[in-house]
């Protein structure tokens, strides 16, 4: 059995995940906010190194595997989603990598959203950012958005960033030559806390209602904890900077001819 860090454990996909790996008989080092073995804000670079020192230490220096769940939503402030929702999750899978790579043979799933390829006009230059480590550009590029609609740009451009970072990083070295294998889980709306808060609001509720998926039952956090579990298992390791979309067929519905594509060269 292994040994698993979880950030966003205290709560919806991240804390059902822990419990089926749990179950299955692994020791989970949850980080969050609270309720969990590491309380850290992975909103600050502060917050961030004290996770991950404490999450290696934690672990003795060898996790089995990963999973970047954090994440905050609509409404929530747009600097806050940026701060947590990228540069959270780069900085903790980049300073657990090492410890990742010393088991030889670890998988890693990071939580990636549908919002990030079905969010029309987001900014290039806020993508741009995230995937350059300009923490304070990124936050600034959120500010000049409409204020109403600042935490969806925020967030679906923190999630295409974190999508393409992994797809980046996935082949190379460090993370495949070292054997950890790196992919994406891309969720459409599932019955959690954050989905609920963003059902709740006066701006981003009725767009919430509005947005079309063919699947009309909603899942709950353990059904997409199921697919992270697959992820983490032994059979997925041909899996490497995939992003699995499980979104009830919105991306395929509003994307249907975009990809898979051809090249020219
Ligand atoms: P949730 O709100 O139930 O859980 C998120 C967890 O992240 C909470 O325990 C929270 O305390 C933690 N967190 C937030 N900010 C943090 C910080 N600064 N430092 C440390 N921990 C922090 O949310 P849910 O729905 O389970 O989300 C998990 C992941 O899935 C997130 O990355 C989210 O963006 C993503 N996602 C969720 C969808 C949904 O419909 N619920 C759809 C697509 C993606």
Not at 61 to 72: E, F, K, M, N, R
Not at 170 to 177: H, I, L, N, S, Y
Not at 178 to 205: F, H, K, M, S, W
Not at 211 to 234: I, K, N, Y
């Amino acid at each position: 059995m292994g040994i698993y860090a979880i950030s966003g454990s205290a709560s919806g996909m991240g804390a059902a995940t822990r419990s089926r790996l749990e179950a299955a008989g692994n020791r989970v080092i949850g980080i969050d906010r609270r309720d969990a073995e590491v309380c850290a804000d992975l909103g600050t670079a502060e917050g961030r190194a004290e996770a991950v020192d404490a999450a290696v230490d934690a672990a003795g220096g060898v996790l089995d595997g990963a999973v970047s769940a954090a994440g905050l939503g609509p409404p929530t402030a747009g600097a806050l989603i940026a701060r947590v929702n990228y540069f959270g999750s780069v900085a903790l899978l980049e300073g657990l990598r090492p410890a990742l790579a010393a088991s030889g043979a670890a998988q890693v799933v990071q939580f990636g959203s549908n919002s990030s390829t079905i969010t029309p006009n987001l900014p290039d230059e806020l993508v741009a950012a995230y995937l350059e480590g300009r923490e304070e550009d990124a936050v600034a590029i959120v500010g000049e958005a409409d204020p109403a609609f600042a935490p969806a740009v925020a967030y679906a451009g923190a999630k295409l960033a974190v999508t393409r970072w992994c797809r980046r990083a996935a082949v190379t070295e460090p993370w495949v030559g070292e054997g950890v294998r790196l992919n994406v889980i891309a969720p459409g709306p599932v019955d959690t806390p954050l989905l609920r808060q963003g059902q709740a609001d006066e701006v981003y509720g009725p767009l919430m209602e509005a947005l079309p998926v063919p699947v009309t039952e909603t899942p709950d956090a353990d059904a997409l904890a199921q697919w992270v579990e697959f992820l983490l298992s032994p059979v997925a390791r041909f899996a490497c900077g995939s992003v699995f979309y499980v979104d009830g067929g919105t991306d395929a519905l509003i994307r249907s001819d975009d990809w898979p594509r051809s090249f020219i060269v």
